[in-house]
T-cell receptor
Framework: DSGVTQTPKHLITATGQRVTLRCSPRSGDLSVYWYQQSLDQGLQFLIQYYNGEERAKGNILERFSAQQFPDLHSELNLSSLELGDSALYFC?????????????FGPGTRLTVL | AQSVAQPEDQVNVAEGNPLTVKCTYSVSGNPYLFWYVQYPNRGLQFLLKYITGDNLVKGSYGFEAEFNKSQTSFHLKKPSALVSDSALYFCAADSNAGNNRKLIWGLGTSLAVNP
């Protein structure tokens, strides 16, 4: 158990809908990262927050947004969902923002868009 | 553009034999290098990292990796493979320089250890 929790575990929804994925980092970790993993595109970094502020951006679509709250939990919002958004979404956390710190991954949320 | 390459989609080894999972990188500066493992239906787990110092890094579950600056490689190795090592392995690099720093990930290598 990495100490990172994600809810829900599974999510099934329809095209055009909006969903929110939630992540609680390990105790004491200030950085939160979001990733998308699909069969055809592998592991894609979406976005990183550090202590409430956006720190780095990856291949995140404009339809997607995230935030980190004062208690350090984070939410990833996915809107106008398309079939291609079906994937595993992982959250990870690390102690600081420096690149030398390893990331601890949650169990993921499996999103299915029908 | 910065990148991490894992040239083999799949590696097959027999149990008890040594294994190598290859990784090369093209990242500016003196990179930090990582290996992660993903078991089926699980999140990724950190295995080991290279920051500086000794080129041979030891990690979890008997794995080790060798940093080779001249070949820009960071291959993952284990002297004797176990069936339970069968999983997806990811190499990643942090450029340790510049703004908008982020880990750059390889596409993963699926390791199958046959009994």
């Amino acid at each position: 158990d990495s100490g990172v929790t994600q809810t829900p575990k599974h999510l099934i929804t329809a095209t055009g809908q909006r969903v929110t994925l939630r992540c609680s980092p390990r105790s004491g970790d200030l950085s939160v990262y979001w990733y998308q993993q699909s069969l055809d595109q592998g592991l894609q970094f979406l976005i990183q927050y550090y202590n409430g502020e956006e720190r780095a951006k990856g291949n995140i679509l404009e339809r997607f947004s995230a935030q980190q709250f004062p208690d350090l939990h984070s939410e990833l919002n996915l809107s106008s969902l398309e079939l291609g958004d079906s994937a595993l979404y992982f959250c990870a956390s690390s102690k600081l923002t420096e690149g030398m710190n390893e990331q601890f991954f949650g169990p993921g949320t499996r999103l299915t868009v029908l | 553009a910065q990148s991490v390459a894992q040239p083999e989609d799949q590696v097959n080894v027999a149990e008890g034999n040594p294994l190598t999972v290859k990784c090369t990188y093209s990242v500016s500066g003196n990179p930090y290098l990582f290996w992660y493992v993903q078991y089926p239906n699980r999140g990724l787990q950190f295995l080991l990292k290279y920051i500086t110092g000794d080129n041979l890094v030891k990690g979890s579950y008997g794995f080790e990796a060798e940093f080779n600056k001249s070949q820009t490689s960071f291959h993952l190795k284990k002297p004797s493979a176990l069936v339970s090592d069968s999983a997806l392995y990811f190499c990643a690099a942090d450029s340790n320089a510049g703004n908008n720093r982020k880990l750059i990930w390889g596409l993963g290598t699926s390791l199958a250890v046959n009994p």
